[in-house]
């Protein structure tokens, strides 16, 4: 039988470093070196005029300790050996690559298991790569992906400009088994993430996110409650001369404005709050999910707000429909 042999040594630290320190099984890195050196086998035979049928059976014979090798096609109950002459080298080229390649998906996995635990909290990330559909951010080792509906509408973000994200999911494509880091500075949940690092009343859970209703890029309202006797929930997230809630436009765009306000199990007070920067509302009824509210004619533009995006957005944090009407005289 004529058995190529890869360097015992070189093959012997490449398989005991993989599956010492990836913690990989070694008959794991064995099978992926054989379905390799098969691979490898079929182009060699390629080009050199002989296309093996898809079908075709083998089997490889690899010694652990040495790396020698043989490939061996089945064909019924006969067993051939194949094993070209002068393969080694490409056995030795394709084993290293092999090995590579299953610590660099060996490294991903290890990065992808520590993010899973990082879902739902931020990481500061810098722009790789844009393209139409999503941006590339490099964060920490790894990279993740931020989708264009998970983008902030109207904010353009340079290559290299670093920014804070959302880590939102790790996404599998069922095609491929793809696994991507999903990042997002869209979500809702993104604004909350800001409060809780730049408000230590939130970090420290005295003041409670109780909602929030946003549209990115424009507006968000958040509405606040203390668990502490004394803490002002609204005043802990604006900070004395609004050093906190600047803290948190910083991370925005210039376009996107957001409302502090308290909130409230009452109904009506809650509706009141939520129309702010309105003032002097009154809710004059709420039923079937309909509010229907009263603010004076001074008042009416900013409780409807540009487009109706206050009142929408009021309606959003209280799940109910508001109605606006000017108070009359």
């Known amino acids: 039988m004529d058995i190529k042999k890869l360097p015992k040594t070189e093959f012997a630290s490449a398989v005991a470093q993989i599956a010492g320190e990836k913690h990989i099984e070694v008959q794991e890195i064995l099978d992926s070196i054989e379905a390799g050196l098969i691979s490898a086998y079929k182009r060699d035979q390629k080009e050199h005029g002989t296309i093996v ?31 070209p002459p002068g393969f080694g080298r490409i056995a030795a080229v394709t ?26 909290t931020l990481v500061q990330g810098y722009i790789l790569r844009a393209d139409p559909y999503s941006l590339t951010v490099g964060i920490g080792k790894t990279e993740g992906i931020c989708p264009k509906d998970e983008q902030i509408r109207g904010e353009s973000l340079q290559l290299g400009s670093k920014k804070q994200f959302l880590i939102k999911s790790i996404h ?51 509405a606040v409650s203390s668990t502490q006797a004394g803490v002002d929930p609204v005043g802990s997230c ?12 910083n991370e925005l765009p210039a376009s996107e404005k957001v409302d502090v306000i308290s909130y409230s199990k009452d109904k009506k007070q809650f509706v009141g709050n939520a129309l702010s920067p309105a003032q002097n509302v009154k809710v004059l009824s709420i039923t079937n999910g309909l509010a229907v509210v009263e603010v004076p004619e001074s008042d009416l533009a900013l409780a409807i707000g540009s487009g109706g995006e206050n009142v929408r957005l009021a309606g959003l944090l209280t799940e109910l429909e508001i109605k606006v009407q000017g108070a009359k005289l």
């Open 53 to 83: 049928p898809d079908d075709t059976v083998f089997e490889v014979e690899i010694a652990p300790e040495s790396g020698s090798f043989a490939i061996f096609e089945i064909d019924g109950k006969t067993r051939k050996n194949v094993t």
């Open 95 to 120: 084993a290293k690559n092999v090995i590579d390649q299953r610590i660099h998906e060996a490294e991903k996995d290890t990065i992808l298991a520590e993010y899973v635990h990082k879902i739902g």
């Open 172 to 222: 599998t494509d069922i095609e491929t088994g793809r696994k991507d880091i999903i990042l997002s500075r869209s979500d809702s949940e993104f604004i909350k993430q800001l409060f809780i690092r730049e408000v230590p009343e939130v970090g420290n859970r005295a003041v409670t996110v109780e909602k929030i209703a946003r549209e990115a890029g424009s507006r968000a309202k958040v």
């Open 238 to 249: 604006i900070g004395q001369k609004g050093i906190r809630i600047q803290a948190i436009l």
